[in-house]
Nanobody, 122 residues
Framework: VQLQASGGGLVEAGGSLTLSCAASGRTISPYTIGWFRQAPGKGRQLVAGISRYGDIYYKDSVKGRFTISRDNAKNTVFLQMSSLKPEETGDYYC?????????????????WGQGTLVTVSS
């Protein structure tokens, strides 16, 4: 499946952004989708994921501030981010897997979109 992430931008600390991950080529419904963040000079870390069954995972540091959702009719997964912090600056990628559950390892996701840059200023 081809993925395209969008919605990044520059926001002040405490602000909000909503990222979108639009799929094409196939329906997104059988896929588990993860949103990963890659800070400068670091590896990709799973921030949030939603399984094809609707089970949801959040990294501890974003619980209560980020919301992941999927709209299979629109073939899109969203990540609503609020109360953003400067340390959450980075490239955000969405990735797809046919696994039935959310896993944190980036290597378990074969399909990736391009990143969308989120910059949180202090």
């Amino acid at each position: 499946v081809q993925l395209q992430a969008s919605g990044g931008g520059l926001v002040e600390a405490g602000g909000s952004l909503t990222l979108s991950c639009a799929a094409s080529g196939r329906t997104i419904s059988p896929y588990t989708i993860g949103w990963f963040r890659q800070a400068p000079g670091k590896g990709r870390q799973l921030v949030a994921g939603i399984s094809r069954y609707g089970d949801i995972y959040y990294k501890d540091s974003v619980k209560g501030r980020f919301t992941i959702s999927r709209d299979n009719a629109k073939n899109t997964v969203f990540l609503q981010m609020s109360s953003l912090k400067p340390e959450e600056t980075g490239d955000y990628y969405c990735a797809a897997s046919l696994l039935g559950e959310v896993v944190t390892a980036a290597a378990r996701y074969p399909d990736w979109g391009q990143g969308t840059l989120v910059t949180v200023s202090s």
